[in-house]
C-alpha cells in the first residue's frame, strides 16, 4: 500500500527555537493533514492542505503542500513546552476518503 | 459542540474472548472511521462507514468487524482476541463532503 516516510523521528529542542518536519511519499496524494497526538489523547487536527503549494498557518505553525504532491512539511515557530508531542502527517489517497499516516515525529522541547 | 466520544476508555481482556468498542461522532458527522494504533505499526486503517454502510476497509483480519447506526454512532468488534491486538483503538469522525477527520480520546485494550 501507500506509504508516508515521516522525519526526522524525533527532535530534542531549546524553548524558542524553530522545528521543522515533514513527509514524503512515491504517491500523490490529494490532500494533507497534520495532526497532533499528546499522551493519552487521539490525535488533534492541525491544519488541512487542499492544492498543491498551498501554504497555510494556524498560530506559530505553518504546513506546505508540496508542488509535487507528493509531500508536506510542517513548521513550528518559537517553540514552547506545551508544543510537545507526537506530530503526525495524514494524506488522502486520489479517489476515496481514506487517510495514510506517517510513522510520526516526537518532539521535545526543553525549557 | 461535543467531541467524538469513545468508549470505554480502557479495557483488559484475555486472549480467545471478544470485545465491542462504541464511538458516538460529532453531531452532524456521518463518516466515522476506526483505526488501530500500535508502537511498531502506527495509526493503521481499519474500516471507515458513511450512512450505516462500510465504505472502506483496510487490511485486517475478519476478527475485526464494525457497524453503524442510523443516528452515526458506530461500534466495532473484535472476536477470538490476540495478544497481538493490544492496542489503542481510535474513531474519527467526519463531514460527509470534507476530508478532514477529527479524533476521539481512544479505547486502550489490554489483551492478556
Known amino acids: 500500500g501507500q506509504q508516508l516516510n515521516q522525519s526526522p523521528q524525533s527532535m530534542f529542542i531549546q524553548e524558542g527555537e524553530d522545528v521543522s518536519m515533514n513527509c514524503t511519499s512515491s504517491?500523490?496524494?490529494?490532500?494533507w493533514l497534520w495532526y497532533k497526538q499528546e499522551p493519552g489523547e487521539g490525535p488533534v487536527l492541525l491544519i488541512a492542505?487542499?492544492?498543491?503549494?498551498e501554504l497555510t498557518s494556524n498560530g506559530r505553525l505553518t504546513a506546505q503542500f508540496g508542488i509535487t504532491r507528493k509531500d508536506s512539511f510542517l513548521n513550528i515557530s518559537a517553540s514552547i513546552p506545551s508544543d510537545v508531542g507526537i506530530y503526525f502527517c495524514?494524506?488522502?489517497?486520489?479517489?476515496?476518503?481514506?487517510?495514510?499516516f506517517g510513522e510520526g515525529t516526537q518532539l521535545t522541547v526543553n525549557p | 459542540k461535543a467531541g467524538v466520544t469513545q468508549t470505554p476508555r480502557y479495557l483488559i481482556k484475555t486472549r480467545g474472548q471478544q470485545v465491542t468498542l462504541s464511538c458516538s461522532p460529532i453531531?452532524?458527522?456521518?463518516?466515522v472511521s476506526w483505526y488501530q494504533q500500535t508502537p511498531g505499526q502506527g495509526l493503521q486503517f481499519l474500516f471507515e462507514?458513511?450512512?450505516?454502510?462500510?465504505?472502506n476497509k483496510g487490511n485486517f483480519p475478519g476478527r475485526f468487524s464494525g457497524r453503524q447506526f442510523s443516528n452515526s454512532r458506530s461500534e466495532m468488534n473484535v472476536s477470538t482476541l490476540e495478544l497481538g491486538d493490544s492496542a489503542l483503538y481510535l474513531c474519527?469522525?467526519?463531514?460527509?463532503?470534507?476530508?478532514?477527520?477529527?479524533f476521539g480520546p481512544g479505547t486502550r485494550l489490554t489483551v492478556t
Open positions: 462507514y458513511f450512512s450505516e454502510t462500510q465504505r
Open positions: 453531531s452532524g458527522h456521518r463518516s
Open positions: 495524514a494524506a488522502r489517497e486520489t479517489s476515496g476518503s481514506r487517510l495514510t
Open positions: 492542505l487542499y492544492k498543491a503549494g
Open positions: 504517491s500523490i496524494f490529494n490532500t
Open positions: 474519527a469522525s467526519k463531514r460527509g463532503d470534507t476530508y478532514e477527520q477529527y
